[in-house]
């Protein structure tokens, strides 16, 4: 059994089908790409997984579970956690207060403080800063911390919403490096990303959306080397 299974879900806006029968899977220890141009519907597809947004119709298994009814703070304590597009940290707080609130799931604080060391390690740049407030912090550096919180819930399943959004090339890469490492910390990852080069080579599988329709579905290397991929994703 996949650890997270969608089934021809269906997502409106208002009157407006924007999602039209997606189909999706990811197994456990995958890292799984969602490519797609703008408004192709993958923030909305991440969004129905984590609770945030209600499908009119399909169903969400995560280990067998339905995720449909579930409040998104209950999809959180059963093991997936998101890091959301344009990283939403809370400004106003510090990026240790960030981080905390990323575990408000976890009863055992002694081991929310090791995940705490965990994510220090992975980014160095938090713990310099974890007393400034996150407003103040870069975007690479909010990138971090919507990571870091999204981690503290301690999750199976990562979701990651373009991660390398308006970020230095330097800083592009250093992020995805981290992705990899989380993921073979044995958290399995589903990533959203425009930067579709980078998520296929980092990826072991891909799904190619086009307006609220999964067009496409291969191992990450077969994607990487199709000609329509290249042509529409990679820039030839
Ligand atoms: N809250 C909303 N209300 C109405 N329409 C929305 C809303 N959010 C998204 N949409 C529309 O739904 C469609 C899918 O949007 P979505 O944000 O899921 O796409 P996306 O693939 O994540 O795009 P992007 O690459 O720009 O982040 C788009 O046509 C978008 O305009
Ligand atoms: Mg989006």
Redesign the pocket.
Known sequence: MALLTLSDIRVR??S?E?LHGINLRVEEGEIVALL??????????LLSVSGLVRPCAGEILFEGRNLLRLPSHEVVRLGIAQSP?GRRVFGAMSVLENLRLGAFCIRDTARSERTLEWIFDLFPRLLERREQLAGTLSGGEQQMLAIGRALMAEPRLLLLD?PSLGLAPLLVRSIFETVRTINERGVTVLL?E?NARAALKLATRGYV?EV?NVVMEDRAASLLADANVREAYLGG
């Open positions: 806006y208002g407006v924007v797609g141009a703008n408004g192709a519907g993958k923030s909305t597809t597009e373009e959203v425009q959306l609220g």
